[in-house]
């Protein structure tokens, strides 16, 4: 069975707001010299902050994720919170309405009819998901390996993926995740797509300044090309919208760590219609009444959602009791995405 695990903040479990944690407590033991980590100095601009990752490191990263270690790697969870730590400002909820249709990419037909899931249901319906939504792979500064869900963006370089801040980045410390890959298409161990290094991390920087708020638990990654082509060349990518419209019906996909959603090893989907996060002060996230287990973190919530293609509007961030929450995708997250598919 896949070991899961619990996210911790820097504060004590009785400070801790709406907020998602970061994977600071590893017992893994750090990798050999021969794989080196990231510069710790990262990037800054606006409201966004990130890191940049070397050819050398990249080339690393690949090297570093053998069959073992996808293996033994944690599902990456979060923990509902108490409502007495820092709040950010809250979220837009108006601004520019901008969404970017989705880019079709190869065949993946259908094993069966994917039932309606109120409940974590395997994904059998084949279509663009099937090769857009993957596995995040990421190791953390005391060396701990860890696995996190992540769906392709559609963008103008062709390589950006859409996670969780905390699949990135320590809210702690500030300090990026290391070796961090996506292997789009993941099922049971196997790569059809290749594995895919990361060339830069974008968060948001109140991710950060608040310690890990899940208002703005949102990332993107930009990755580098595997045989001369990009992700999205590869395997297509998904729709994205920014300050779009809240209260619809939705899909989530993600990785689920549990026995019921295969251990990690297939990707799985929940459905529902949204609703507001009543229950906390200052969030401004959206949710529906099914929830995923760790290793979902980061995957993507979808509207307008046919025939396996659909618009992002948001990532699995954190769950309470039966129900799973997203940010939501405003005027912060669609300048760091605009900086993600200009890198």
């Excluded at 961090?180 to 993941?186: A, E, S, T």
């Excluded at 990755?223 to 001369?228: A, K, Q, R, S, V």
Aim: hydrophobic share 35%; with cysteine; glycine share 14%.
């Amino acid at each position: 069975m896949r070991r899961v695990a619990t996210l911790f903040s820097a504060l004590t479990l009785a400070t801790l707001s709406w907020t998602a944690g970061t994977a600071a407590h590893a017992v893994t033991p750090a990798p050999s010299p021969s794989h080196p980590a990231p510069s710790p100095q990262g990037t800054s601009q606006g409201t966004s902050q990130g890191t940049s990752v070397s050819t050398e490191e990249q080339r690393a990263a690949i090297r570093f994720w053998t069959a073992e270690r996808l293996r033994t790697a944690r599902d990456v969870t979060t923990l509902p919170a108490a409502r007495t730590a820092k709040l950010a400002d809250p979220a837009p909820t108006t601004g520019e309405r901008v969404s970017v249709p989705p880019l079709p990419g190869p065949t993946a037909p259908a094993s069966a009819p994917s039932p309606r899931a109120t409940s974590p249901t395997a994904w059998t319906g084949g279509g663009l998901i099937s090769t857009t939504a993957g596995k995040v792979f990421f190791q953390n500064a005391s060396g701990g390996t860890f696995a996190c869900s992540a769906t392709v963006a559609n963008s103008d370089n062709k390589s950006v993926v859409l996670t969780a801040g905390h699949c990135t980045v320590d809210a702690a410390t500030g300090t990026g995740y290391r070796n961090w890959v996506f292997i789009p298409g993941y099922n049971n161990g196997n790569r059809p797509y290749g594995t895919f290094a990361a060339r830069r991390l974008f968060w948001d920087a109140q991710y950060v300044s608040t310690r890990g708020n899940a208002n703005w638990d949102y990332a993107f990654a930009v990755m580098n090309t595997l045989n001369g082509r990009t992700l999205a060349d590869t395997v297509g990518a998904q729709g994205i919208a920014f300050n779009s419209q809240t209260g619809r019906h939705v899909h989530s996909f993600g990785y689920g760590g549990s026995a019921a959603e295969g251990n990690g090893e297939r990707l799985n989907h929940c459905e529902g219609n949204e609703f507001a996060d009543a229950g906390r002060p200052g969030s401004t996230m959206w949710g529906i009444d099914c929830v995923q287990t760790g290793g979902s973190s980061g995957g993507g919530f979808l509207a307008d959602f046919s025939g396996g293609a659909g618009y992002l509007i948001g990532n699995i961030s954190v769950s309470a009791g039966t129900n799973e929450y997203h940010p939501t995708l405003g005027n912060e997250a669609l300048g760091l995405y605009r900086q993600a598919g200009a890198a």
